[in-house]
């Protein structure tokens, strides 16, 4: 039984979410509550899978564990192309990490998802399949897949559930990693075929092509065309632009999952792909990334500090916080690498649920952080225990953009009421809700707060 878990597991926690996926796109549109339910526990079937990783590896061994290695595509006889995976100590986290995340994210959607549900949480199981292959695969044809698949969910994720810029992030996110992958996806070709070259096997095995022979300048480039990819990824300093408007314009839970994996898979590429094939390039470079991360927690620092946006705040201190992961991986010493790894773990940010709050709003409100924050010390002052404010659904982006403040400060989740909200008065309010009510008004925004 162990050993088929150990030879299957890496691909079940791949495409499980995947096949629940796609049986969530068969269900009925108007099936809300089956879809919710569905889909959280296809996450927690797949975190509980993924935990018996953690106590079966052999933290001991070097090399490979939990592989499997299937021929997939044949070049003039050879398996080229293979179905590769497998997960050392550098990839055991990642992949608990995306398992753990994942769940939380979509648990944490139930309050602030009221739009194409179904579309919204199969979109959000596809992006926890194509993260989990990236930090399992080990053929580069399998990682380039997965790499540029994780990219279509969550454009979309930001596109139709996100603020009033969603468009223009999701585009400017896309546009950012799609230019730097088709630079990693030359260097893969040239590696593939510096290394036919040198043995005559066509092969896109990682730990075949580690052993190319190369050149120092020819390591250099190919170091800087993956480099740029994953220096984007992370984000870095100057690559780091796209961030800020995708993480202020993305759903929360979407935020949760930017965050807390994709922004890790920058880093991970560095220490799998460029130490790992190009350990003189990585040498040579050091400096450089070291200076640009340092300039990056600098520069991020000072500019989240003048932020009233929460969650642009959180980006920023996002690019300082890998900036620190960077400094801890490119020094190359036996303290830094584990030590930056485990900062990829434990910079992750999650979602945390507290008591309902529902937002009864004016239309053309605003609600910056300094106001949002004042007007919850307000809310709590009235209930210590938790507040609860209804909204209507005339200003989608307002309510969606205010719900995903109110959850990062801990305040609480919004639950919408429909468009007919502003015709329920306090009698009404208090008769439904079973308890008095109190209304506040504040910045032009009309609270209703249960007792």
Known sequence: ??????????????FLPMVAALLILLMPRGAVIAIRGFALAAALVNLALSVPLFFLFRSAEAGMQFELQVPWVYLSGQPAITYHVGID??????????????????AGSFGGIRTREREYYALMLF??????????????????????????PMYFIIGVWGGQRRIYAA??????????????????????WLNYQHTGVRTFDILQLSAVPMTRAAQNLLFLA????????????????????????APT?????????LLKMGTYGFLRFGLYLFPEATVYFAPLLLTLGTIGILYAAIVATMQKDLKRLVAYSSVAHL????????????????????????????????????????????????????????????????????????????????????????????????????????????????TPVTTITQDGLKFVTLA
Do not use: C
């Open 226 to 249: 993956f480099g740029l990819a994953f220096a984007i990824k992370v984000p870095m300093f100057p690559f780091h632009t796209w961030l800020p408007d995708a993480h202020v314009e």
């Open 89 to 106: 100590g550098i990839s055991l986290f990642m992949v608990l990490l995306t398992t753990f995340l994942s769940a939380i994210a979509i």
């Open 171 to 192: 585009v400017k996110f896309f546009l950012y990693t799609m230019i730097g992958s088709l630079l990693m996806l030359v260097a893969i070709l040239v590696l593939v």
């Open 127 to 152: 992006l926890e399949a194509g993260m989990a292959g990236v930090f399992v695969a080990l053929d580069l044809v399998l990682f380039y897949t997965f790499w540029e698949a994780m990219l279509i």
């Open 253 to 261: 839970a979407g935020s949760v999952i930017l965050a807390g994996v």
């Open 323 to 434: 900036g620190f992961i960077v400094l801890g991986t490119f020094p190359l010493t036996p303290q830094g690498l584990p030590g930056g790894e485990l900062q990829l773990v434990l910079i992750a940010r999650a979602l945390v649920q507290q008591p309902e709050i529902l937002l009864l709003d004016e239309p053309g409100s605003h609600l910056d952080l300094g106001n949002l924050s004042q007007l919850i010390k307000i809310l709590r002052a009235q209930n210590e225990s938790g507040v609860t404010v209804l909204f209507s659904t005339h200003d989608p982006t307002f309510a969606a953009r205010l719900a995903d403040d109110l959850v990062l400060m801990q305040a609480g989740r919004l639950i919408d009421h429909g468009p007919n909200s502003k015709m329920l008065t306090e009698e009404k309010l208090s008769g439904l809700y079973n």
């Open 1 to 14: 039984m162990q050993e088929f878990y150990n030879r299957s597991i890496l691909t079940v926690l791949t």
